[in-house]
Structure formats: structure tokens, C-alpha cells
């Protein structure tokens, strides 16, 4: 790694540039500059210190990224639009900004609170198996508005486990049937463009940032705070 530099790193964007997009050779770069960053001495210092410049290595510069997310009238029409357990999924990640691995994580008995007021994110899934949430920070517990803990339990129906959003052999929802079979239908009736779960999500962090709440307990509140433990929540 000593030898990994800015003029190493020029090379290695020249390669790339001639087939990868600018926001992979952004990703990319970012991740060697993390690997050299990651050796240490035992007293913590950086053993190979960089101060990286994008204009000498000729980074790309990275425009119109496409993130879309729900207006107001958009994400009403979705939930007006959906049934059941999907209905119910769209309006928690909507409400509480969980990530779609987190939501999907939910069991019943373990973290939906006693009056369906708070959900507990412990546990998050991917590719049908349940895992430990992204981060840290991603352990938290989120505050539901009424209205949503009303829909939650109305779901739950009076079961005692398993999980909350489950497919017919009780497993979790897998993420690409939920998007073929529903989201992306019902965006189409609607006349608007195919979108991720993200957009959910970015929904919520807009709706915080409407209501002028700060940029770095807005980032807490979703769970992407690294190092900060405690309750998410906000009352809508």
C-alpha cells in the first residue's frame, strides 16, 4: 500500500474510464482511498497519510444521478392503491425510514412493542436470511405515528410470531417479488416511472427536512449516525 498514490490512482481511473460509468469509478476510487486509510500503527496513526487530488487523477465528475422519490400526493395514491400486508409495508417505510431489509427483518413477539407504537430494529434480510442490521447506529427504536401502529396491528391480527411481512411458507417478503408483483404495477396505474424502496426513504428524509429538523439528527433518526445509540422517532 505504500505504494498506492495519487499518481497510482490516475493510472487506475485512466483503465476504468474507457468502460465503467462515473459514479462506479467514484465508488471504486473511494474504496481504495478507505483501504489506504485503513493501516494503522499501534498508536492509531495512518501509516501511509494521502492527500488524495481528483483534478491530478482526473476523477469523473458525477451529474444527474437519478433518485427518485415520492411526493405527497404520490405516496398517498400508492397506499390507496395496495391491500393487506403490502399496503402496510409502503406506509411503515414511508413513516419511519426503515430500510427495506429492516422492515422485512420485523417479527412478530419480538420487535413491535406491546401498544404498536414503537418498532424495534434489531435484525435486517437479504436474499431470504436475516443478518444483523447495517450498522451500528441501524439498532434503533422508531416511534410510529397512531395512525401507522393502527395499520400495524391490524396486520398483526392477533398473532403472537413470526414474521410481520411473510410470504404464504411464512418467510420473509422477497424484495424483487414485492417490486415485479406490486410496487411496480401500481406505480404504472399511476403514470410514474419505475422506482426502489429507497424512494421511501428518501420520502421520510424529506419530510424531516421539511419539518426543519437538524441534518445530523435527521441522520440518528434514520439510522445512518455511526457510533450514536439510542430511540428514533417522529411524530407526524
Known sequence: MANINNAVLKQLVAKMSAELSPKTIDNYTGLVKLVVASARDKEGELLFPRKWDSEFIDLPIVTNQHQ?????????????KTTGQYRVLYAVLAGTGLRIGEALGLEVGKHISNDYRTIHVRQSVWEGSTQSPKTKAA????????????????LVAG???GFLFHNAKGRPLPQSNVL?????????????????????????????????????????????ESGVPGKVGFRV
Do not use: Y
Request: charged share 25%.
Open 159 to 161: 398473532r403472537t410470531n
Open 139 to 154: 439498532v434503533r427504536d422508531v416511534d410510529q405515528c397512531p395512525s401507522l401502529s393502527t395499520m400495524v396491528k391490524g
Open 68 to 80: 427518485p422519490k415520492f411526493s405527497s400526493e404520490t405516496m398517498s395514491s400508492i397506499v390507496q
Open 180 to 224: 415485479r408483483r406490486n410496487l411496480h404495477p401500481v406505480l404504472e396505474s399511476l403514470k410514474q416511472p419505475k422506482a426502489g424502496f429507497h424512494s421511501f426513504r428518501r420520502f421520510r428524509a424529506t419530510h424531516l427536512s421539511k419539518s426543519r429538523v437538524p441534518d445530523d439528527l435527521k441522520k440518528f433518526w434514520m439510522g445512518i
